[in-house]
């Protein structure tokens, strides 16, 4: 696919480029904008200029990355999308220890870890998700990303350690009146199915799709419901 905002033959790509294309590549979940945007973000997290930005939007795109290997059914290629994001994550969440959204993305790459992986990875990961995303809700505890992060933490942990999809529906629909997503559709309708109630699931698929044709998650989710 053709990346919107790229640059001419004669011009390198900016980080604001590399930015647009993660956005870009959450939006569609295609693989195209997030690759490009991870190989110029890597480049330049060095630099003590942009180091903090570079870092944080390059866990994004590998974040998102691991959403659209999963989607294909590479969950080999999903997983290992979560080493570069843990590391440049762990790296934004350092270089700035007071950004809420550097530990919200932090949080989400951990919880991938334990949606992927085995007992053992859940084990491991699943308390790093559960105080990264305590760091987020001190920070900024009405952050509509942190509030995000906060469902997605009782929508995938297991009941034993505090998974509550009731919780994590309250949280989703707390974001959304703050700012609406269909990202956050997305998983509201996953916390309504979750708790059985399966006309508020598609529903919320439904308004997902209303506004973001594009959503890959919403599509596949969309997809799988009318499969016999």
């Excluded at 993660?22 to 110029?40: H, I, Y």
């Excluded at 700035?96 to 053992?120: K, N, Q, T």
């Excluded at 509509?144 to 933490?153: F, T």
């Excluded at 559709?185 to 199915?193: E, G, P």
Aim: proline share 6%; aromatic share 8%.
């Amino acid at each position: 696919m053709a990346l919107s905002g790229t640059p001419t033959a004669d011009s390198k790509p900016s980080m604001a480029d590399a930015a647009h294309w993660v956005d870009e590549g959450k939006r569609s979940f295609q693989a195209a904008p997030l690759t490009s945007a991870a190989a110029v973000l890597t480049a330049c997290a060095g630099d003590p200029a942009t180091g903090f930005d570079c870092s944080y939007q390059a866990a994004r795109a590998y974040l998102y990355l691991s959403y659209v290997y999963e989607l294909a059914g590479h969950k080999s290629q999903a997983r290992a999308c979560l080493d570069p994001a843990t590391r440049w994550a762990k790296e934004a969440a350092s270089r700035r220890p007071s950004s809420a959204g550097a530990h919200c993305v932090l949080a989400e790459v951990y919880g991938r870890r334990v949606l992927l992986g085995d007992a053992f990875t859940a084990l491991r990961f699943g308390p790093m998700n559960g105080s990264e995303t305590a760091a987020a809700l001190r920070l900024a505890p009405d952050d509509p990303q942190v509030l995000e992060a906060q469902g997605l933490r009782f929508l995938y942990a297991p009941a034993l350690f505090g998974g509550d999809p009731g919780k994590a529906q309250r949280c989703f629909e707390a974001s959304l009146a703050r700012a609406d997503s269909d990202y956050v559709r997305y998983f509201l309708s996953l916390a309504l199915a979750k708790e059985g109630q399966a006309a508020a699931a598609r529903l919320a698929l439904l308004k997902a799709h209303g506004m973001n044709p594009s959503n890959g998650l919403v599509n596949a989710a969309l997809a799988a419901e009318t499969r016999p």
